[in-house]
DNA sequence: ACTTTATTAATAAGAAAATATCAATTAGTC
DNA sequence: GACTAATTGATATTTTCTTATTAATAAAGT
């Protein structure tokens, strides 16, 4: 009976999952969005991050870029005619450019209040986004 | 040899087509998109379609974009995280706004010059694109 | 170290948008 | 009115991105 003790104690605590397990995948993960400091992909996650840890799967990145966003370490950053990037989470307002080239996004800082003027009568403004297009320092045959 | 000489003659000419049909669903279609002045996805459109002209299939109306926007009646308009819209090309610069309501997609007039600064050093901008997110006119219950 | 079970890797499956296929239809021409 | 080929409608297929499945692996607690 004792297995039908525990099983009635884990259903009346809610079912609570064990615990969250720090994993070296997800460490790796974290850190390449940390030091990217820009929105990636969920390929550009896996290639940068399987230059730690071979053999990553690309699933184990979209399970642990879910985790992250619920855990709100993490943001998507939606991009016109693009797959979402991820970028971590609690930064300042701001907005991207998009590299023609390269098709990578950097992040922009500051923004316009004139913005706020754009919407007509009638319309209630709640937001906006700005993405700008060209080519970036790199692409451009800058050094970095 | 009438026949052989016709296809000669064709060949010569560089394979042309006949001509392009003038048809039913064609003009329904761009009648659709002129007057509803805002940009519509291919799903739209159907819809708003089929209303003058049951039956119409959406293979119908990819076509029609398609061809439309080769000869340079149409443009893509993409909004982040959504299926591209379409809608009459030739209108000055403009950006857009999308309501949280209905997900709906309006002509949004005017831009801002200070846009120009926002490209940090060493990005060479080349354009770039405002998206509104809000509730429009009709979801906040005005009449129109 | 042993046990438990959350997590992973590999891959199949799913979802959504766009395109291809093809017999039937029809616009334009004679 | 008849003819020819562009066009259509219905549907299968493709493509791309994301999620589910499952046996194997490996954290965390004891």
Redesign the interface.
């Known amino acids: 009976m004792t297995d039908e003790k525990r099983h009635a104690e884990e259903a009346a605590s809610q079912h609570r999952p064990r615990a969250k397990r720090r994993t070296r995948q997800r460490s790796v993960i974290q850190r390449v969005l940390l030091e990217a400091n820009r929105p990636l992909s969920p390929h550009d996650i896996l290639q940068a991050a399987q230059a730690t840890a071979p053999g990553l799967g690309i699933a184990t990145v979209y399970r642990a870029i879910h985790t992250m966003i619920t855990e709100g370490l993490l943001v998507a950053v ?4 693009e797959a ?1 990037r991820y970028e971590t989470a609690g930064k300042e307002h701001h ?1 991207h ?1 998009q590299c ?1 080239t390269c098709d990578d996004i ?1 992040d ?3 923004c ?1 209040p ?2 706020q ?4 009568k ?16 790199p692409c ?1 045959g ?1 050094p970095a």
């Open positions: 939606e991009i016109p005619g979402p907005h450019f023609r950097f922009i800082q500051g316009l004139a913005i003027q754009l919407a007509p009638g319309f209630r403004l709640e937001g906006h986004q700005v993405v700008l297009y060209g080519v970036c320092p451009t800058m």
